[in-house]
């Protein structure tokens, strides 16, 4: 099962914000992906991380995925499908329209000692931008 690890960065609240995606296909190949993504809050960064890492699994067509988080937002929200901030719900609903299309998706909080390759992802985005 391929693992994706992702990741959301941001240098103010709001700032100048960034995505940082790490894909283990498990057989030695990976990707990295460092997604600038303009002025936006932490919280809204870790979402679009999550979002931007679904539309690569969707066009690559991975359909059994485990996804990790360093993110308690993030994962409380998928396992629940609920957000208590409602200006989440957006990105809420789009991600589970994206989940929803895969065979098999699982969501792991992890600590952030071990996310360090999508967090050095997500700071490496917050430079793209400037």
Known sequence: MVEVYIDGASAGDP???GAGI???YKNGQVEHHA???G???N???????LIYALEICLEKKIN???FRTDSKLIDDAIEKRYVKNKKYQP???EAVKMIDQLDLFF??????????TADALARQAIRKNK
Do not use: C, D
């Open 107 to 116: 969501m792991k909080w992890i600590p952030s000692n071990q996310n360090k």
């Open 43 to 49: 919280h809204e960064a870790e979402y679009e991380a």
């Open 22 to 24: 790490f894909i283990n």
């Open 91 to 93: 990105y809420l609903e």
């Open 39 to 41: 002025p936006m809050s």
């Open 15 to 17: 700032g100048w914000s």
């Open 64 to 66: 059994m995925v485990s």
């Open 35 to 37: 997604v600038p993504l």
